[in-house]
């Protein structure tokens, strides 16, 4: 008996082992995928590798830039997980970001020039945000419920008419006064903005809402009936409708959470980063959000550190234009290729399981 | 052509679905292949049409040994099978479907393949607008479609799996025909059918499979009573009949109808006793099923009232059947009933009847181990449901359904199981009626039906026969009524209505 707990332990070991093995086959992978794109280019690999880390990790500036882009990554990432968990692709998530910072300053517009605190009014600006993330997902998750429309045709659309949208209102209605520029709408006033760190453009506040977000998600998904019924809905719609789940209602509501996550996101650009609004408000990082979720799966606990080396990468990989001549989206090429070879290992390794009859029911 | 097989064998793990299978048709028969459920009819066509290999074995077309690839590959050799669900695009047009299948040029040419599909059809007595789009029309049509396709791709041999099944009467005899006279052709025609009526009509001869195994074969003129006693014959094993039923009406069905797919339900009227087990025989698709369904709420019910205890469920949706008491068991226990991923602790915690926003993972997992005692299931609180063998999934299942549900409706309960855990079900199962609950199940096992049933309805077409008295009936009554046939007479239906000769307008 001893001697059969024993085998099984070591098996489990070798596994684990095997996983992690795995894991690091495909960061480096991607690593070689990348270095050949270098050197097709004509760019020395290392010292872009290094000119990415000194400019995420290599100053106070550099590394609080990171903890900015961190912000919305956090929050995006984390709502992506709400609807993955539900079985949906909701890749509408970026235009959630977009439509929050509209309606945050759309709510700012109004209330700016009013009596109102500014804290009131920056407050009231995030729960706008929130909520105008939340009807922008709305949308898409009624489009997907009642129009059987797929989530991701219906939000992929959803994005389009939301960066249309913005595009029309910053040169339109909003436009600065004189004439309407890429640049964005008028400022506000800096007693409307997110206070930040003396000499950074970090906030605290907008921090502390990406962790606090992280935090609620993986306590909502991890130790919650709302959790476990999310995730039954998503592992098999028929059974858990069967076992009395209210199938349609949870998804809806994921769509609803994700969108206020991602709308926050937008709000906290408005509020902390940009203050106001620009036509590229959302930076990719819904997309970026989604690419995180695919990498952790439906694991909540990896959003935070996952999310930080995207950002280091992003804001790494800034430098590169400068110092090497290259074009910075070299971080989004080692992000996809990343995602791309992550997915594929494990794709590998669930055959590999399945042939070698280790996972029961794949017979 | 002439088609023999050769000791054909396949294993699905330890279910022998072919047992070695050697049958010899001569070109230009129509044999009807006869056989209960999972009985190796499916397995063995599919292997004869290419969709997947035998274990072992051989098949000879016109006396030459060939192996089919893959249906493709079957169809180049002259084999043609027409699937019960015809394998078609819908939404493209008839003659794009036609070109689908067809070994390919870059370019399609549509007016030769109309025209050789016209020729093909005019002396079959078909018509058929190759213009028109899959989706409009008829399942009947369809067939046809799907046979003008096989034969213009020159099959030679035409396997077609109950292709009666929601077409209507005119449409039936005039596949009858087309059937015929392809066989004058010279052409073999493999007819997979559990209605005896049909079969006795069309096939010039008869090959009955039970177990895995060819039983025997007969030539006309066919008796039924033969025929149905080399399907479903076996070695009778009397058992203690168990019953708790009383006389107290819980769930009351009247003039019930209803209809999902092809499959449409005559109105019905039953009282459902108070720990009562009804059980439904039939073969697969005849209704029973949607019946069930419609009993849980699943399927909308088309017209009649539903009523448990003093509470009307007519109309309401299947979340509110099973608040009321109404407990609904799927017979796909990995797709449909249980959630592939989660622990039993997950599962147990999901059903909770009034549950809290955080989970207790403790107290979860201590009532997780109770359930696991109770229902002595192999396998901890924290295993994935999927880890479980087919008896403890069951199991597991069972242990979900909440104490109070008053009626447990069961889809094939113990389908894929062994004795031992067959057995164990129906103690629980049975201790539930006990306690005042009722249970209506399907099973296509006829023994399981006699031994754990109060009463047995019988499915056949949409028509409902029954309830017959489980204690009287026979295994032979049961199959005769499977198979459609009227045993008015027999002595067994002279409380209730005459069974209605079936299957005529499907």
């Not at chain 2, 005769?480 to 027999?490: A, C, F, H, N, V």
Request: aromatic share 6%; net charge neutral.
């Amino acid at each position: 008996m001893a001697d059969l707990a024993a085998r099984v332990r070591d098996h489990f070991t070798r596994e684990r082992w095997i996983n992690i093995g795995l894991q690091i086959g495909a960061l480096v992978l991607a690593l070689v995928l990348t270095t050949v794109i270098l050197v097709a280019a004509g760019a020395p690999p290392l010292s872009a590798y290094w000119q990415i880390i000194k400019g995420a990790v290599g100053s106070v500036t550099g590394f609080s830039n990171v903890l900015v882009a961190w912000v919305p990554l956090l929050l995006a990432a984390s709502g992506v997980l709400v609807t993955f968990a539900a079985g949906l692709w909701n890749i509408g998530v970026e235009g959630q970001i977009v439509f929050g910072a509209v309606l945050t300053t759309w709510v700012m517009r109004l209330m700016q020039d009013t009596a109102m605190s500014p804290a009131l009014v920056i407050i009231i600006a995030l729960i706008a945000g929130m909520v105008g993330g939340a009807l922008w997902a709305a949308l898409a998750g009624v489009l997907k419920t009642f129009g059987g429309v797929n989530e991701i045709f219906g939000g992929l659309g959803l994005n389009y008419v939301a960066a249309a949208l913005t595009l029309w209102l910053i040169f339109g209605p909003w436009k600065r006064p004189g004439i309407g520029s890429m640049s964005g709408t008028e400022p506000f006033p800096d007693k409307l903005a997110l206070p930040t760190i003396a000499g950074l453009r970090l906030s605290p506040w907008s921090l502390g809402l990406g962790i606090l977000a992280v935090i609620i998600v993986y306590i909502l998904l991890e130790r919650t009936y709302f959790g476990l019924k999310l995730k039954a809905t998503g592992a098999s719609n028929r059974a858990a409708f069967l076992l009395g789940v209210p199938t349609w209602q949870y998804g809806l509501v994921a769509f609803l959470a994700c969108g206020a996550l991602a709308g926050l996101a937008g709000a906290v650009q408005v509020t902390a980063v940009y203050h106001r609004l620009i036509p590229s408000i959302s930076s990719g990082y819904g997309y970026l959000g989604l690419m995180i979720g695919m990498l952790i799966a439906y694991r909540a606990a990896w959003v935070a550190p996952i999310a930080l080396f995207f950002a280091a990468l992003n804001i790494g990989s800034i430098q590169l234009p400068i110092v090497l001549k290259l074009d910075s989206t070299l971080s989004g090429v080692l992000q996809g290729a990343l995602v791309l070879f992550v997915v594929l290992v494990e794709g590998a390794r669930q055959r590999y399981l399945r042939r070698a009859g280790l996972k029961p029911g794949g017979a | 052509m002439e088609v023999q097989v050769k000791q054909i064998r396949k294993h699905f793990g330890p279910v022998k679905a072919n047992d070695g299978i050697t049958l010899s048709v001569p070109a230009g028969a129509i044999v009807g292949i006869l056989g209960e459920n999972g009985a190796g009819k499916s397995t063995l066509m599919k292997i004869l049409s290419g969709f997947q290999p035998a274990d072992s074995g051989e098949i000879l077309l016109d006396g030459k040994a060939v192996t089919l690839r893959s249906p493709a590959d079957a169809i180049r050799h002259g084999v043609g099978m027409l699937h019960q669900d015809p394998l078609d695009f819908p939404p493209m047009r008839v003659v794009d479907n036609l070109l689908i299948g067809a070994p390919g040029r870059l370019i399609p040419r549509r007016g030769d393949a109309a025209q050789a599909v016209a020729d093909l059809a005019g002396p079959l007595g078909l018509t058929l607008d190759l213009k028109a789009e899959v989706g409009s029309l008829t399942v009947g049509e369809r067939q046809q479609l799907e046979l003008l396709r096989l034969l213009w791709l020159g099959a030679r041999v035409l396997i077609l799996d109950e292709p009666t099944t929601g077409i209507s009467a005119t449409q039936r005899e005039q596949l009858f025909g087309t059937l015929r006279r392809l066989a004058e052709q010279g052409k073999t025609v493999l007819f997979v059918s559990h209605k005896l009526e049909e079969v006795q009509e069309l096939c010039t001869r008869v090959a009955v499979l039970r177990q895995g195994r060819l039983i025997g074969e007969a030539l006309p003129p066919f008796r039924v009573d033969k025929l149905v006693s080399m399907m479903f014959e076996r070695e009778v094993t009397p058992g203690e009949r168990l019953s708790c039923a009383t006389g107290d009406t819980l769930f009351r069905l009247t003039d019930v109808s209803a209809e999902q797919g092809r499959i449409k339900l005559d109105p019905f009227s039953m009282d459902i006793h108070r720990g009562e087990t009804i059980g439904l025989a039939g073969m697969e698709g005849s209704g029973q099923a949607v019946f069930l369904r419609s009993c849980a709420g699943l399927v909308a019910t088309t017209g009649g009232r539903i009523q448990l205890e003093d509470v009307d469920l007519t109309g309401k949706n299947y979340h509110h059947f099973k608040k009321k008491g109404v407990a609904y068991v799927p017979a796909a226990r990995l797709e449909e009933g249980l959630i592939p991923g989660l622990s039993i602790t997950e599962h147990v915690l999901l059903t909770q009847h009034k549950p809290g926003f955080f989970i207790d993972r403790e107290s979860g997992r201590k009532l997780a181990q109770q359930r696991i005692g109770d229902y002595n299931i192999k396998g901890t609180p924290a295993s994935p449901v999927e880890s479980l063998s087919g008896g403890n999934q069951q199991r597991t299942l069972l242990a979900l359904v909440r104490p109070g549900a008053k009626v447990m409706l069961l889809e094939q309960p113990t389908r894929g199981l062994d004795i031992e855990s067959v057995i164990y079900l129906w103690t629980k199962l049975k201790e539930r009626c006990n306690d005042g609950g009722s249970i209506v199940f399907t099973s296509s096992d006829l023994d399981e039906l006699l031994r754990y049933s109060d009463r047995i309805l019988v499915f056949f077409a949409g028509k409902v026969s029954g309830p017959l008295d489980a204690k009287t009936t026979t295994v032979d009554q049961l199959g005769y009524l499977i198979g459609g046939r009227d045993i008015s007479g027999t002595g067994i239906f002279d409380e209730t209505d005459p069974v209605q000769e079936g299957g005529l307008d499907g």
